[in-house]
């Protein structure tokens, strides 16, 4: 090849790379690109502070008033709850003792990221996540999955009795970190309902292992609520306004280290979503110490203003490829020892008064969408000595129809 064809080719390609560089530059973002603008622009208020985690995370400290959740149309009047109207329970209920689950060495995020006073630590979100919380909110529903060709998760849960009310739920779950694919999640939480399918109110909560969400593979602490089947309102974390938070340092989004160790050891951490008896909103409790994390406030919902209907306790695991789950729970099936499988233990509901009960062992009903070759549970009932009511579930996963 001559210098001059070969120059000549270089020109035309540069000449060819000018008019796509200025057809880019000129080009109007799409609107549908002008709309996560928009979206970002609301979730990401100026910060205070900010601090850039090991796991490439920033958090912003965001003035308490000035948090996503007030942009919420519904929440113009709100007015923030500093704390919730119930007592501590470490208080009031040293009846559950959750030996055997090292709760005291798990930590939530990182040591020395703690946001002023009168601010809240928030993980900022990228453009990236908005893409894929749009293709997970569309795809993750309920129970139904009209809208596409195949189901792209799976679940197992046990649920107290059916026809009754709950005003929440609480329980001491072990820390895994089952192996998932780039494109695939498992959690284990607990479901707060009410409503029909598909309007149906709720609030899950627990740990995830969710690269689409995180970027990584650390077990995080997770949220995701919606007040109409999941069509058009609510999100993950705090995606979208909603969630009102109140603790200046643990936030969705947060790392929850260690995790447990097959057949040595069980890490864990007890957590608790509750219904204010007061103020009527939802709050999220964390930790042996029992941290204010932050609530959703009751006007965010419709059939769960007052109460719930069904509350549930396990895990699902999921992803965009057809017909395949990755781990659930640390990748093995239930099992009676308690550091070979995940576990809840100590799982209590809250009656009207936000006070914990315990429920009937003999009215749980087991539930779970795929064959026990993939994922497994076992409710152990009552056990009055150590663990209080626990289920230990998971499993392998892999080609689960
Ligand atoms: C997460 O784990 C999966 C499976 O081991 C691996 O393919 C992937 O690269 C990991 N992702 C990150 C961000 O480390
Ligand atoms: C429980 O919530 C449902 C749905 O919002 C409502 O119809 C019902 O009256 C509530 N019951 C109580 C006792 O609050």
Known sequence: MNVTLLLTIMVVFCVILGIEAQGRKYALPDEEDME????????????????????GDILDCIDIYKQPAFDHPLLQNHKIQMKPNFKREVEINADTPVDHVVEFKTKFGLPNIRCPPSTVAIRRTKKKDLVNTKYLSSSFTTYSTTNIPYKPYHFVSVEPSAGQIYYGGKTTVTTENPIVGPDQFSTAQIWVQNGPVEEINSIELGWAVHPMLF???????????TADGFKNTGCYNMLCPGFVQIHPEYHFGTTI????????????????VRRDPQSGNWWFILGGSDESIGYWPKELFTHMRSNASVIRYGGIAGGKIKNQTPQMGN????????????????????????????FLASRVKLRQDTTTKCYDQKFWGWDPDQFGLTVSFGGPGGNCP
């Open 331 to 358: 990748g093995h099936f239930a099992t009676w020892e308690t550091t070979k499988s995940c576990n809840m233990r100590g799982m209590k509901i809250y009656n009207y008064k936000g006070e914990p009960k315990l």
């Open 36 to 55: 996560l603008e928009n979206q970002l622009k609301v979730l990401n208020k100026p910060p205070i502070k900010s601090f850039q985690t090991k796991s």
């Open 215 to 225: 970027g990584d593979n650390n077990t995080r602490l997770f949220s995701r609520w």
């Open 257 to 272: 280290t260690p995790a447990s160790i097959y057949g040595v050891v069980s890490y864990g951490f007890t957590y608790s």
